[in-house]
């Protein structure tokens, strides 16, 4: 679901306040090599980090449902991951690197939260929003210092920008046959007998059997008389 994420990230960037620029949105990795070949302005977004929200994190499962309403399947709740993005324009002067990214603030801050039906197929099929949190602090231990000294590069403005989005816990599980009947308990009858249950079923036949026999061999005595 990251490439999706990533879609996401390019549509909001590349919309706004920079819609119809021609401006590049890249997520390659900003290394000296990366920048010397930049020829136009782009704004890149590069992934640097990948954890798990632990304070979203839930147990038990969901029931999913048929169009009938009856439980056919069971799902765990989905795990929470945040994606951090390092968001940084490149042009030939600062100045029109910090009207990139004023571009890009105003551009983000309106979402801080996408609708399930304004994201891809398979973020949105969940129906959850997704949170977008922009120049919040960055994961412990991730200094921006940190960031740059690794990509090899000179420290640049930037803007953090995370994305925090479910991931589906597999798999789903099955759920049993639907109940149709009440539970009964069947118990085996002394001898090798029918089941008591079966044995108590046809004892209002027996009854009423002998009941008729008894009056018909009485009505017979009657006649005798």
């Given amino acids: 679901m990251i490439h999706e994420v990533d879609e996401v990230l390019k549509g909001l960037i590349g919309g706004g306040a920079l819609a119809g620029s021609g401006i590049e949105v890249s997520f390659e990795v900003p290394t000296r090599d990366w920048a010397a070949r930049r020829n136009a302005p782009v704004v890149n977004a590069y992934l640097y980090d990948v954890r798990e929200d632990v304070s979203q994190r839930q147990r ?39 009207r990139l990214l004023s571009a890009v603030l105003a551009t983000l801050l309106p979402h801080e939260l996408i609708a399930a039906d304004e994201l891809p197929e398979t973020l949105g099929r969940l129906g959850l929003a997704v949170p977008v949190t922009v120049g919040g602090s960055r994961p412990e231990a991730r200094s921006v210092a940190d960031i ?28 049993g046959p639907l109940v149709t009947e009440g539970a009964a308990v069947r118990i085996r009858g002394v001898d090798g007998g029918p089941p008591v249950s079966e044995e108590r079923a046809h004892r209002p036949r027996r009854i009423a059997a002998a009941r008729a026999a008894h009056e018909q061999a009485a009505a017979r005595r009657t006649e005798r008389t």
Avoid at 154 to 160: Q, T
């Fill in 60 to 98: 038990g499962r969901t029931a999913l449902r048929d169009d009938r309403d009856t439980v056919v399947r069971h799902r765990r709740p989905p795990r929470w991951f945040r994606l951090s993005y390092l968001v940084t324009a490149w042009t030939k002067t600062p100045q029109d690197e910090h």
């Fill in 148 to 175: 740059w000294s690794a990509l090899g590069g000179e420290l640049k403005p930037s803007v953090d920008v995370a994305v925090t989005v479910p991931f589906p816990s597999y798999p789903d599980y099955a759920a």
